[in-house]
C-alpha cells in the first residue's frame, strides 16, 4: 500500500494510524530519517502524509464559525499547525502523533483566527453572556425578559447593560442576516437574504426556506412591540437607524441598543427553541 493511499484512507477515520506492518514500518522509518538526520524528503513525505489531519480538525472547527468563514482558509492555517507538530514531535518519548498533533493544528487555526479579528474577545464574550442571559430568563419566565431582569442576570445596572448593548453594535457583530446560522439545524446553510429572494430553488430548498421564514416571522411577532418595530423598518423597510429614531422619538444611539437587544433575542430563540 502507497502512503498517499493509506492518507486517503485514514481520513474519514479521523486517524492516520497505519493499518499493516509494511506501512507501519515505512512510517517509522520516515521518523527516524527525519529526527535522525533532518532530511528534508523525510519530513516533506510526513507532511503528506498527515496533512489528512488538518482537514479533519479544520471541518470541526469551522462547524463553529459563521458562514463566511472558509474552510479552506482554516486548512492553509491548520497545516503550519501541522509542520510544528511534526518538527517539535519526540516520538522516543512514546506519545501518539495523532493527538499532539491535533491540539497544534487547532491550536494554530485559532490564533490565526484570533490575529485577523479586529472585534475584542472581550466584546464577543459580552454578547454571548448577553445572549445567554436572555435564552435563560426566557426559558425561567416564559415571557420576553425587562431590562432590569437581564440586567440583574447579569450582575449590572441598567444603565451598563445599555452601554453594553451599544458597545455589541458597534462591533457589526450581529446582524439578521447571520442568524439563520445561528442554531444546530442542518438548514443552517441560508442567510435572511436568501429567504427573502424568489431565485430558482429545488422543492425541499424551497420549503425549507419557506420554513424558516415562518420561523422567523413567528419569533419576531412575539417580541415586544419596540423591538419588532424596529426590526421591521430596519430590514423590511430599509429605513437607518436615524429615521426609525425620528418615528419612535429617541436617539439614533437608542435605536441601536434595541436592534442589538432584539437580535442577540432571536439568536438565543433559535439556538434553543422552545
Same mark, same amino acid.
Given at each position: 500500500?502507497?502512503?498517499?493511499?493509506? /492518507?486517503?484512507?485514514?481520513?474519514?477515520? !479521523?486517524?492516520?494510524?497505519?493499518?499493516?506492518?509494511?506501512?507501519?514500518?515505512?512510517?517509522? $522509518?520516515?521518523? &527516524?530519517?527525519?529526527?535522525?538526520?533532518?532530511?528534508? &524528503?523525510?519530513?516533506?513525505?510526513?507532511?503528506?502524509?498527515? /496533512?489528512?489531519?488538518?482537514?479533519?480538525?479544520?471541518?470541526?472547527?469551522?462547524?463553529?464559525?459563521?458562514?463566511?468563514?472558509?474552510?479552506?482558509?482554516?486548512?492553509?492555517?491548520?497545516?503550519?499547525?501541522?509542520?510544528?507538530?511534526?518538527?517539535?514531535?519526540?516520538?522516543?518519548?512514546?506519545?501518539?502523533?495523532?493527538?499532539? %498533533?491535533?491540539?497544534?493544528?487547532?491550536?494554530?487555526?485559532?490564533?490565526?483566527?484570533?490575529?485577523?479579528?479586529?472585534?475584542?474577545?472581550?466584546?464577543?464574550?459580552? !454578547?454571548?453572556?448577553?445572549?445567554?442571559?436572555?435564552?435563560? =430568563?426566557?426559558?425561567?419566565?416564559?415571557?420576553?425578559?425587562?431590562?432590569?431582569?437581564?440586567?440583574?442576570?447579569?450582575?449590572?445596572?441598567?444603565?451598563?447593560?445599555?452601554?453594553?448593548?451599544?458597545?455589541?453594535?458597534?462591533?457589526?457583530?450581529?446582524?439578521?442576516?447571520?442568524?439563520?446560522?445561528?442554531?444546530?439545524?442542518?438548514?443552517?446553510? /441560508?442567510?435572511? $437574504?436568501?429567504?427573502?429572494?424568489?431565485?430558482?430553488?429545488?422543492?425541499?430548498? %424551497?420549503?425549507?426556506?419557506?420554513?424558516?421564514?415562518?420561523? =422567523?416571522?413567528?419569533?419576531?411577532?412575539?417580541?415586544?412591540?419596540?423591538?419588532?418595530?424596529?426590526?421591521?423598518?430596519?430590514?423590511?423597510?430599509?429605513?437607518?437607524? %436615524?429615521?426609525?429614531?425620528?418615528?419612535?422619538?429617541?436617539?439614533?444611539?437608542?435605536?441601536?441598543?434595541?436592534?442589538?437587544?432584539?437580535?442577540?433575542?432571536?439568536?438565543?430563540?433559535?439556538?434553543?427553541?422552545?
Amino acid at each position: 500500500m502507497s502512503l498517499a493511499t493509506a /492518507s486517503v484512507r485514514s481520513t474519514t477515520k !479521523a486517524t492516520l494510524v497505519p493499518d499493516d506492518p509494511e506501512l507501519t514500518a515505512l512510517i517509522q $522509518g520516515l521518523w &527516524e530519517d527525519y529526527k535522525g538526520g533532518g532530511t528534508t &524528503e523525510a519530513r516533506e513525505r510526513l507532511i503528506i502524509h498527515y /496533512s489528512p489531519l488538518v482537514k479533519f480538525v479544520a471541518g470541526r472547527v469551522a462547524a463553529g464559525l459563521p458562514q463566511n468563514i472558509e474552510q479552506t482558509d482554516l486548512v492553509s492555517y491548520g497545516i503550519f499547525g501541522l509542520i510544528d507538530a511534526i518538527d517539535k514531535f519526540e516520538p522516543e518519548r512514546g506519545f501518539k502523533f495523532e493527538t499532539y %498533533a491535533i491540539a497544534r493544528i487547532k491550536g494554530a487555526i485559532i490564533d490565526e483566527l484570533r490575529s485577523i479579528d479586529w472585534v475584542p474577545r472581550s466584546v464577543r464574550a459580552k !454578547a454571548r453572556a448577553v445572549e445567554r442571559a436572555y435564552s435563560k =430568563l426566557e426559558n425561567e419566565l416564559r415571557r420576553n425578559p425587562q431590562d432590569g431582569e437581564v440586567a440583574k442576570e447579569l450582575g449590572m445596572t441598567e444603565d451598563e447593560l445599555g452601554a453594553t448593548l451599544s458597545q455589541i453594535s458597534f462591533t457589526g457583530l450581529v446582524a439578521l442576516d447571520d442568524l439563520i446560522g445561528a442554531g444546530n439545524s442542518e438548514r443552517s446553510g /441560508s442567510t435572511l $437574504g436568501e429567504t427573502l429572494t424568489d431565485g430558482a430553488h429545488n422543492p425541499v430548498e %424551497a420549503f425549507e426556506v419557506d420554513e424558516m421564514k415562518h420561523l =422567523l416571522a413567528d419569533l419576531i411577532n412575539r417580541m415586544p412591540d419596540r423591538e419588532r418595530l424596529v426590526l421591521t423598518l430596519y430590514y423590511y423597510e430599509a429605513l437607518t437607524l %436615524a429615521e426609525i429614531g425620528q418615528v419612535l422619538g429617541v436617539t439614533e444611539s437608542r435605536v441601536c441598543q434595541i436592534h442589538t437587544k432584539a437580535i442577540l433575542q432571536l439568536r438565543a430563540r433559535l439556538a434553543n427553541p422552545a
